[in-house]
């Protein structure tokens, strides 16, 4: 009989913890599943995804009711840490009702003026029949720049030619930008772009940005890039030092050899024409300026073109009242179809011109030197005599062939007063009678 005591005890003990533990679990987990429990929080966006300091963003929190029952919610609130201001923090004091199987959304606006770091905001959600819902997030804050650096660019630029400046722009944030912009400014330079869109910029992505300008001294150019992070402009600069001088690849025509004379119905100037630099000038034409009047037979002439350290003559007839010198002009175009000029100052004293000032500009649009000249007109002219000219007038005196008959008759009277002559004649005479 013990053992059946035993067991009836056993059972009684088993019956009695059922009747007190099952209602309490009952209880419990009717208490968990209470309609406001089965509000989550679904999603949180931040735009942008890395604020920047001083940006202005927005945080999307979204809500949904997974629960088979309406929830009545009185307000929603973020609370942002110090640093963080949300400006429109009153525009969810009053919800609503959150049906099943619904979703809900709340949009606030938020200006970041905090140091680079990660913050916590927290989002807070109050339920009409009581109790709450808090969620907090990460808000990160990096204000690290996109990078601009130089790529290409000359130590020392040719002035009034065109330079090319190469610029390398890269992201090392962990978002990209967007609306990539570089703009050029600066004094005493011409360029034919002055900006350059480059869009979107990739985390860790690079794009290049190609310039060409023409500075006419020493200046500086200035890179004003401009790009957005979120709704959120943001901007940086590159100065570059330009310094005028030193090495050129342009071409560089240079003036030698000038003679001048005069013919009976124009003055004539000839000499050469050098290429210096070192690239190829193009449609290159000689003439002269005010106040002389280009005229016939080559008011102009026209050489063509010339390879670096190649050259070529040229002849040019003018007339020229009551100046004692005139410009020589050599027009000349480069292998983008700039039209440049080169002027020397020839002087119509004493017959030679001996240089003086010597100036290069640049032109641009139609050709304005004189159209035309002889053709054929391009090669090798006659040079004058070994003694040059002698002015006006002079030119056609024949010094040379004066002064050999002037010897040759000065031998002849010495040879006559010595008796030359005579033995000369008597010795031949003598030969013919034998």
């Given at each position: ?10 059972a ?16 419990a ?22 604020f ?5 963003g ?28 949300v ?10 009702t ?10 606030y ?15 807070y ?22 990078q601009?650096s ?19 722009l ?20 011409k ?23 023409t ?17 959120n ?14 090495k050129?690849?342009?071409a ?8 001048v004379?005069?013919t009976s ?22 003439t ?5 009047k ?18 070529s ?11 004692s ?10 292998d ?12 119509l ?24 000249g ?9 040079r004058?005599g070994?003694f040059g ?9 024949p ?19 010595k ?5 000369i004649?008597n ?8």
């Amino acid at each position: 009989m013990k053992p059946t005591r035993m067991v009836l005890g056993i059972a009684i003990v088993v019956w009695t913890m059922a009747v007190i533990l099952v209602p309490a679990a009952r209880a419990a987990t009717t208490s968990e599943a209470t309609p406001e429990s089965l509000i989550d929080v679904t999603g949180i966006t931040l735009s942008p995804e890395v604020f920047m300091r001083g940006d202005t963003g927005t945080v999307t929190v979204e809500i949904e009711n997974t629960g088979e029952s309406a929830v009545s919610i009185g307000r929603a609130k973020l609370f942002a840490p110090s640093g963080i201001t949300v400006t429109n923090y009153k525009i969810y004091d009053t919800v609503g009702t959150l049906g099943p199987g619904h979703s809900m959304s709340f949009t606030y606006s938020v200006r970041v003026n905090a140091p680079d770091g990660i913050y916590y905001p927290e989002f807070y959600l109050d339920f009409v029949t009581g109790g709450s819902l808090r969620q907090s997030f990460p808000l990160k804050v990096d204000c690290t720049d996109i990078q601009v650096s130089v790529l290409d660019a000359p130590d020392r630029y040719a002035t009034d030619s065109k330079n090319t400046i190469s610029l390398s722009l890269g992201n090392p944030r962990v978002t990209s930008v967007s609306g990539v912009m570089v703009t050029l400014a600066g004094d005493h330079l011409k360029t034919t772009q002055n900006s350059a869109f480059l869009g979107t910029l990739q985390p860790d992505a690079e794009k290049n940005a190609t310039f060409e300008i023409t500075p006419s001294e020493d200046t500086q150019v200035i890179f004003n890039v401009s790009y957005r992070n979120g709704m959120n402009a943001h901007f940086t600069t590159l100065s570059l030092p330009v310094t005028v001088g030193g090495k050129s690849m342009a071409a560089d025509l240079v003036v030698n050899n000038i003679e001048v004379t005069q013919t009976s119905s124009a003055i004539k100037v000839t000499g050469d024409v050098t290429n210096a630099g070192l690239e190829d000038a193009y449609s290159i034409q000689v003439t002269v300026g005010s106040p002389a009047k280009p005229v016939d037979p080559y008011p102009v002439d026209v050489i063509g073109a010339l390879e670096p350290d190649d050259f070529s003559s040229f002849e040019v007839t003018f007339q020229a009242q009551g100046t004692s010198s005139v410009p020589l002009i050599v027009e000349y175009r480069d292998d983008e179809g700039t039209i440049l000029e080169k002027t020397t100052t020839i002087s119509l004293v004493g017959g030679a011109g001996l240089g003086g000032n010597s100036s290069a500009t640049r032109t641009s649009g139609s050709n304005p030197g004189f159209q035309g000249g002889p053709p054929g007109s391009t090669g090798s002219r006659n040079r004058m005599g070994p003694f040059g000219s002698f002015g006006s007038g002079f030119s056609q005196i024949p010094f040379l062939q004066i002064a050999l008959i002037g010897l040759v008759a000065v031998v002849a009277l010495v040879a006559w007063r010595k008796g030359y002559l005579g033995k000369i004649r008597n010795r031949f005479s003598g030969r013919s009678r034998k």
